[in-house]
């Protein structure tokens, strides 16, 4: 069992930035792809970015990519989310996932085993 627990959230203006952080307790942090989920208002689940499990690898939303960035610090059991340049249309609530030992990322959210309880993040001005 892999228990996640996001945070980071909040109100940020267009253009502004924000951090999201993961922070999973349980089995080896290690062994698993991680991403990024979000959910906005009257929307389905979308993907936005995950990371592979050997770290060398990471995907990206179009609609986030060159304004986002996932990265993981096995060590301390922790992934991230360095959100810059955000729009409005970022606002949702985030979710942090956890995909299958040993497992390549997918985009599909039913590949990801574990789940946090998400972050709200507005973008308004």
């Known amino acids: 069992q892999v228990r996640l627990i996001e945070s980071g959230g909040g109100l940020a203006q267009p253009g502004g930035s924000l951090r999201l952080s993961c922070v999973a307790s349980?089995?080896?942090?290690?062994?698993?792809?991680l991403a990024w989920f979000r959910q906005g208002p009257g929307k389905e689940r979308e993907f936005v970015a995950a990371?592979?499990?050997?770290?060398?690898?990471?995907y990206y939303s179009n609609s986030v990519k060159g304004r986002f960035t996932i990265s993981r610090d096995n060590a301390k059991n922790t992934a991230y989310l360095q959100m810059n340049n955000l729009n409005v249309e970022d606002t949702a609530v985030y979710y942090c996932?956890?995909?299958?030992?040993?497992?390549?990322?997918?985009?599909?959210?039913?590949?990801?085993?574990?789940w946090g309880q998400g972050t709200q993040v507005t973008v308004s001005s």
């Open positions: 996932a956890a995909g299958r030992s040993y497992s390549s990322p997918t985009f599909d959210p039913s590949d990801y085993d574990y």
């Open positions: 349980g089995r080896t942090f290690s062994a698993y792809p």
């Open positions: 990371v592979s499990w050997i770290v060398t690898n990471s």
